[in-house]
């Protein structure tokens, strides 16, 4: 059998590592389900190696459990984490779209510029617009030019991303939401660090008070 490039393996499993952090995230794979190897490989057309290097970052990121004579689960989500998320999130969303306000390249304020025009274009389909704040906030984290903060927040974001999709067909204002980052954008456009930490702490906090009272 033809052995892969090193290249070529790594892309497979961050491939599969996207794929099922997809699934759990969307809660498409429910909290408690059992992972099952041969089941993912066939449902994402991936090989054993892929699925498993992916499964062992899901584990490290705490997406998946391994629990003794149980095998491997996909990990539950704790709703009661919502406040201690927030918390948290609101000092470091705040850190990070100061910082991305000062050192933003000029590549990196014209992606912010066709940001605020997608928000503006979009339209109200909820899995469009989810992938738009995706995206928004991973712009802003990159344009603060520390990995560290970048890894950290997308840690959390994630967890938050999480509940968020568990009560997503009750939440309401979910484009009014989404919509806040525009505040946030144009302050890292216009260069306004403390104009952006304010935006993106009251984005933090609307976002608790939406999830909050749809659970």
């Known amino acids: 059998m033809r052995q892969e490039p090193a290249s070529d393996a790594r892309s497979l499993s961050e491939l599969a ?3 099922l952090r997809e699934l759990i995230v969307t809660v498409e794979l429910a909290p408690g389900t059992a992972i099952s190897e041969p089941e993912l490989m ?3 057309g991936l090989g054993r190696t892929p699925i498993r290097e992916a499964l ?3 584990q490290r990121e705490r997406l998946v459990e391994v ?3 149980r095998g491997m689960i996909v990990s539950a989500i704790n709703v009661g984490d919502l406040g201690a998320l927030t918390e948290v999130r609101g000092l470091l969303e705040a850190q990070a779209a100061s910082l991305a306000a000062e050192r933003a390249t000029v590549a990196e304020r014209n992606e912010i510029v066709d940001l605020i025009a997608a928000l503006d274009a979009s339209g109200a389909g909820e899995r469009a ?3 738009l704040d995706e995206r928004m906030h991973r712009a802003v984290w990159a344009a603060a030019h520390n990995p560290f903060l970048a890894a950290t927040l997308e840690e ?3 967890k938050t991303l999480r509940i968020w999709f568990l009560a997503l067909d009750r939440v309401a204002g979910l484009g ?3 919509r806040e980052h525009r505040a946030l954008l144009v302050a890292i456009r216009d260069a306004d660090p403390p104009g952006a930490a304010e935006a993106a702490r009251q984005h933090v906090a609307n976002f608790e008070r939406a999830v909050r009272s749809a659970l």
């Open 156 to 158: 959390y974001y994630t």
């Open 56 to 58: 062992r970052t899901l």
């Open 176 to 178: 009014d939401s989404i």
């Open 17 to 19: 590592y996207l794929r």
């Open 42 to 44: 066939l449902r994402l």
């Open 67 to 69: 629990f003794p004579r």
């Open 129 to 131: 617009l989810i992938d």
